[in-house]
C-alpha cells in the first residue's frame, strides 16, 4: 500500500506488506502466516486499538517494523500462544522503532501456567513468559489429575518433556494435559520420569500437543478449575 491506512474500532488489519503512516483504533493481527506490516512511516496504536500477536514456542515471529515513532496510546496486546514447549529464556522482538512512545496498558495470555513480561527500550517492545504462581494442579477437574499435579517437584521437573510440554499448555488444554499426564503416571511416568529429564513415550507427547487442535475442532472448553 503506497498511502497510509487507519484501521477504525471495529476493523482489523494484517498482513507483511508495506504501509506509510498506520493509524489503528481496531486491531492489528500479527502471525507467522500473515507475517507483519512495515510501516515506513508511523505506527499509531490507540487507547481502543488491540495488537495480536500470534506466538510460537519456535521464535519464529516477525517482528513489527516501524521507520519513524511507534506510538503505543495505552493500547491493548493480545498474546495467542501456539501449543509448544515455552523456554522462560526465549524473548521475542514484537516491535522495533526509531522510537517507541507509550506504553501498553492491558496485556492478556492464553497460556495457563507462564506470565507474559514486557520489556520496553527506546526502540524496541520485548516478550519474555514467565513461570507464574499457579501450582500445576490448578486447572484438575478430577483428584487423579490434581494429585498428579501436587506430585511434580519444580524447576527439575521442567527438563521433563511432558511437564515442559504441561507448562506450555493454554488454559483450554491445561486440564485435559492433566488428564494424560495423570493416566500415565500410574504407569511408569511418575517413578521413572516425572522429576527427571528422561525420555517419555512419544504417543503420549503426541496426544498432549494435539490437544489443541482436537478441542479447536470439536467446540469444547474446560469446566472451572478445582
Do not use: C
Not at 494484517?14 to 489503528?24: A, K, S, Y
Not at 512495515?38 to 519464529?60: C, I, N, R
Request: charged fraction near 15%; avoid cysteine; glycine fraction near 8%.
Amino acid at each position: 500500500i503506497a498511502g497510509d491506512v487507519v484501521v477504525f474500532e471495529g476493523g482489523t488489519y494484517g498482513g507483511h506488506g508495506e504501509v506509510q503512516d498506520l493509524f489503528v483504533d481496531g486491531t492489528l493481527m500479527v502471525t507467522e502466516r500473515l507475517g507483519a506490516p512495515h510501516v515506513k512511516g508511523e505506527l499509531t496504536l490507540s487507547q481502543s486499538a488491540t495488537l495480536s500477536y500470534v506466538v510460537t514456542a519456535a521464535d519464529q515471529i516477525p517482528t513489527l517494523v516501524v521507520d519513524g515513532v511507534a506510538e503505543l496510546w495505552n493500547a491493548s496486546l493480545n498474546l495467542v500462544a501456539l501449543p509448544g514447549s515455552y523456554s522462560t529464556n526465549t524473548v521475542y522482538t514484537l516491535i522495533r522503532a526509531s522510537k517507541v512512545d507509550g506504553e501498553f496498558d492491558h496485556v492478556t495470555s492464553n497460556l495457563a501456567y507462564l506470565t507474559p513480561k514486557l520489556f520496553q527500550s527506546e526502540t524496541e517492545v520485548l516478550l519474555q513468559y514467565a513461570r507464574n504462581e499457579l501450582p500445576l494442579g490448578y486447572f484438575a477437574l478430577n483428584d487423579n489429575s490434581e494429585n498428579f499435579g501436587q506430585s511434580v517437584v519444580e524447576p527439575a521437573a521442567s527438563a521433563n518433556a511432558a511437564i515442559a510440554a504441561l507448562l506450555g499448555s493454554t488454559v483450554d488444554t491445561a486440564a485435559n494435559a492433566l488428564d494424560q499426564l495423570a493416566g500415565d503416571s500410574t504407569a511408569n511416568l511418575a517413578k521413572m520420569t516425572l522429576n527427571s529429564d528422561a525420555p517419555v513415550s512419544a504417543s503420549m507427547l503426541s496426544a498432549m500437543r494435539q490437544l489443541d487442535s482436537a478441542d479447536s475442532k470439536s467446540g469444547r472448553r474446560n469446566n472451572a478449575p478445582r
